[in-house]
């Protein structure tokens, strides 16, 4: 009953009538990650399905958004930060983590189209490599039939209440052995991607979501005025890491970057992005290495006097229908973070 009448006031017109009244004196920092042609409910065998946009979704909502509200690049925003100036009313900063290659094949029109310029950070580690992220690959290993006799990293214990067998898994058991690898030392992470990727016609079979930007279409998107910013190296959870092993993510992972590009990389998202998954030592490094923004994945608003390596964001998932992403972006998100 309450999605017809969502649908019904969209298509009235309520929203963009409403959305143009609202006088929001923060911005909404919008996070995306990768995009599909197809229907949410045709990706569900993918990593992380929810994080997948089907860009008929996400068309309507730039349009909307392009529409209705103020959208901003990071320099705007920046700008108006560091001088403590007032935003314009109802702003918004489209953002996608981890580099997907849908963002040039499917969103790159759509962003053009609006002349909307979004940041895009973007995990190096295996750009002109392995062609995807390490979490995609190890959920993408054990979720495929084709493969014979799998095996645990080694080292890992398996939780008996949810999987007893590589070879038996379901999602929750492969997210178990996720999380333990973003704990361990990249080197042992590395050796058991590695034993991943060798496997025959493994890469071949990558659905093309799961696919990350090669380095042409990271300079082709930042000379369309997309900002490029870090998303580390690896796309590990920096306050599990050594001071020295964090500098090296967030060094590295510039230094690529900026060689791709040829532009100053000066924004930042931490991987995970909640409050534990970074620390002050983190932000120290951040500002060493000459970043001036830095975004986490804690929802919310921002308004001018906040702390600019602490930016939050509103994630929006992958399965929202026009009808209720506009409802969120005009009642529900200002009425549960603007306070």
């Known amino acids: 009953m309450r999605q017809n009448i969502k649908k019904l006031l969209y298509s009235s017109g309520f929203y963009h009538t409403v959305a143009k009244q609202l006088r929001l004196n923060k911005i909404g920092v919008l996070c ?14 993918i990593p992380n399905a929810f994080l997948h946009t089907p860009i008929k979704e996400f068309e309507l909502q730039m349009k909307f958004i392009s529409e209705a509200f103020n959208v901003l690049t990071l320099t705007k925003l920046w700008e108006h930060f560091t001088r403590r100036r007032e935003l314009p009313s109802n702003s918004v900063l489209i953002t996608f983590d981890d580099g997907y290659k849908t963002i040039y094949r499917l969103a ?38 084709t493969i014979p006799s799998k095996q645990f990293p080694d080292g890992y214990t398996a ?17 178990d052995i996720i999380r333990w690898l973003k704990k361990v030392k990249n080197q042992k992470r ?14 071949s079979r990558i659905p093309q979501e799961c696919l990350v930007l090669n380095e042409d279409e990271i300079f082709q998107l930042s000379s369309l005025g997309f900002n490029i910013g870090s998303h580390t190296n690896s796309h590990s959870i920096l306050s599990r890491m ?21 532009k100053p990389v000066c924004s930042f998202a ?25 975004f986490t994945t804690i929802e919310g608003y921002d308004g ?3 702390n600019l390596y602490k930016l939050k964001r509103i994630f929006v998932m992958g399965n929202l229908p026009i009808w209720e992403f506009c409802h969120r972006m005009v009642f529900s998100w200002p009425a549960t973070y603007i306070r």
Do not use: C
């Open 32 to 45: 995306y990650h990768g995009l599909t042609a197809k229907d949410s409910e045709a990706v569900n065998h």
């Open 108 to 145: 790159k029109p759509v962003l053009e189209k609006y002349n909307i310029q979004p940041v895009i950070f973007i995990t190096t580690e295996n750009i002109g490599k392995y062609d995807l992220i390490w979490p995609d690959a190890v959920f993408l290993y054990y979720q495929d039939r």
């Open 159 to 175: 939780n008996p209440k949810i999987s007893s067998s590589p070879s038996q898994m379901d999602e929750e058991a492969i997210y």
């Open 190 to 203: 590395l050796e058991f991607l590695n034993r991943i990727m060798s496997k025959p016609d493994f890469i």
């Open 242 to 262: 050594s001071a020295e092993e964090q500098e090296n993510e967030i060094a590295l992972s510039k230094k690529i970057l900026e060689e791709i590009t040829s």
């Open 270 to 294: 931490y991987p995970e992005g909640g409050a534990h998954d970074f620390n002050d030592v983190t932000i120290q490094l951040l500002k060493k290495h000459n970043y001036t923004s830095a």
């Open 304 to 306: 001018k006097d906040e």
